[in-house]
């Protein structure tokens, strides 16, 4: 019984300690079996390139866990660490590449292995532009609004010269890039008091990143305006008509403030040509008026200056002469002419002075009203006439060789103009010499240089058998050179009494034995002598005997025989030189370039000159260039055309 109940107890015992064993394994199983975890609830973040925050989670039963980065300049976290779950936050700052970038933020735990999150930011392309591309202003002047719209900086600029002087802009540069933006510009217009409409060009460009250039036109209308013609006007000491010419588009007024200036009409509107009359000055000093044109709170004024008729007229019974301006007759110091008397003295000196090698320079223009004009005689001088004019009225009747200078020998004369019109009215049928020389230069040149003069006024030859008549010479000898001179008058080879008439009638010269090169003439028209049976006519020379050189003709020409738009008779040679006149011939030998090319070894006309003209009359080759006998031959040195 005992034995019994002692073995129950030991049962017992062994099965508690088996009971606490099993207990104790399964406690120690249960702690070993929980692991330490860490988990992240993202592993990249992206970002746009303004940048911004963005926040992940990290789940952990870890004790500790700490965040770090790759990069530090652009990307921040708070916070750093932290243990079992937590949230981090990403901040990035804004990117202005042109290219994407990454980071990597890692993770770390202990007793876990390192997670890792990867940070891309996109690139932006870079965006500019004007809006609108068109700003239109009031004439009177405004303020207006435009957009720049943009994501880099960027600069304006006004982009032509001209948006420099009447355009302003409250505004014109950006530096900071981020996303973009929209930013107000203001731009101030100046009031355009022109005529016409204007436009400027407003550009923006990229600072620091390249972008094409973009434009805003900017155009504004024309507004009130008032313009003249001149400034001054200047009128001889005699009754005189001028025009000048008013732009506007609006109604204006003229007021003169002298009695003796009077304007026709005195008042209009928009585009007009207005009549300054001036009555006779008969004071023995110049005089001025001022013509005062308004329109609205526009205004514009116009001096008018007229000479004295004691200073600048050269007049019957009041020009007395005297002694010249200054000078000594050298050619530093030549003797100089500034008004009528001192011309008087040169015109009388003449008589019994040749002036060989003296100097003289005109100094002011000169009018002449004479009734008879006594030409400088048989001048062997030098003449500079400064760019200076003689008008009004070059006549006689009494010189066979008549012009400003009645002959010239061994003298040089240049920049002299002349607007007179020069008649020489004598009739010199019964006479021995037969013959009329005329020329606003002079009637007749030997051994003479004729430089850049200008003729603007008509000249007509005198009554003869023979008649020599040229715009600038009536003949000239073999050793005279005419260049660079320019003539726009009528020119007329005068009359012829009786039968066998003949005339030699050029734009520059009658007839030539010498050189003309670079002349120009523009006249109406060039017209042979009246009832002459034989005519030489041309738009430079009615007879050539020498060379001439890159001349143009733009008048038209007229006559009986042998009439040509360069050369009525070509006894020399013609080279690169154009007509486009008229050429009209009522007899025989009629052509564009030359009438009568004389069929000698040392006559020729090249074919680098060029007829444009229409010609009506008689001619021997089809293009119409040539009216007779030798033709247009190959130019020898290769110029193919008119230069």
Known sequence: MIKQQTLSNTTKIIVSVIIFCLICKGCLETTTDIPITMALSTDSLSFPSSGGQKSFTVESNTNKWTVSSNVSSWLTFSPDSGQGNGSVTVAVAPYTGSIPKSATITVNGTG?????????????????????????????????????RSNISWTLTRGNDAARTWITLSRSYRTIRDSIAEIEITLMADAN??????????????????????????????????????????????????????????????????????????????????????????????????????????????TIIQESISSSEFSNGIVAASDYGSGRGSQILPFQIYNARQLKK????????????????????????????SPIH????????????????????????????????????????????????????????????????????????????????????????????????????????????????????????????????????????????????????IICGENDVTTYTGGIAGQNNNIINNCTNHAEVIGGSNVGGIVGSNWGVIHTSLNDGNVSGTVTTTGGLVGLNNNYNDVHIYDCCENRGFVNGSWANSNNQIGGEKGVEPCPDKHTQRN
């Not at 009786?498 to 030699?504: D, F, K, T, V």
């Open 112 to 148: 876990v292995p390192e997670k890792m999150i990867n940070v891309t930011v996109s690139n932006e392309t870079p965006t500019l532009s004007l809006v609108p591309s068109l700003l239109s202003i009031d004439a009177a002047g405004e303020n207006k609004t435009f957009i720049v």
């Open 346 to 373: 040169l015109v009388d000196d003449s008589k019994s002075n040749t002036f060989v090698d003296i100097y003289f320079e005109l100094k002011s223009n000169i009018h002449v009203t004479a009734n008879e004009w």
């Open 193 to 302: 008091t022109g005529s016409s409409p204007r436009e400027a060009k407003i550009a923006a460009y990229g600072t620091d990143v390249h972008v094409d250039t973009v434009y805003m036109t900017v155009s504004q209308a024309a507004g009130t305006y008032l313009d003249v013609s001149t400034t001054s006007m200047n009128f001889s000491s005699n009754s005189e008509q001028k025009d000048f010419t008013i732009t506007s588009n609006t109604s204006w007024n003229i007021i003169s403030n002298q009695s003796w200036c009077t304007v026709r009409p005195e008042s209009g509107a928009e585009n007009k040509i207005i009549t300054v009359s001036v009555d006779g000055n008969p004071n023995v000093t110049p005089r001025q008026a001022t013509l005062s044109i308004t329109a609205g709170n526009l205004s514009k004024q116009i």
């Open 378 to 525: 048989d001048f062997r001088g030098h003449f500079d006439g400064g760019g200076y004019t003689i008008s009004g009225t070059l006549k006689s009747s009494s010189y066979i060789y008549f012009g400003f200078f009645e002959s010239l020998d061994s003298a040089h004369v240049s920049n002299l103009n002349i607007t007179a019109n020069v008649s020489n009215e004598g009739n010199f049928t019964s006479t021995s010499i037969s013959s009329a020389y005329t020329g606003a230069i002079a009637g007749e040149s030997l051994n003479v240089t004729i430089s850049n003069c200008k003729i603007t006024g008509a000249v007509t030859g005198g009554i003869a058998p023979s008649k020599n008549t040229g715009g600038v010479l009536g003949a000239g000898n073999e050793s005279t050179v005419i260049k660079n001179c320019i003539v726009s008058g009528k020119i007329s080879g005068g009359k012829s009494v009786g039968a066998n008439g003949l005339s030699y009638t050029g734009g520059i010269v009658g007839r030539i034995m010498g050189e003309i090169t670079d002349c120009t003439v523009s006249s109406a028209q």
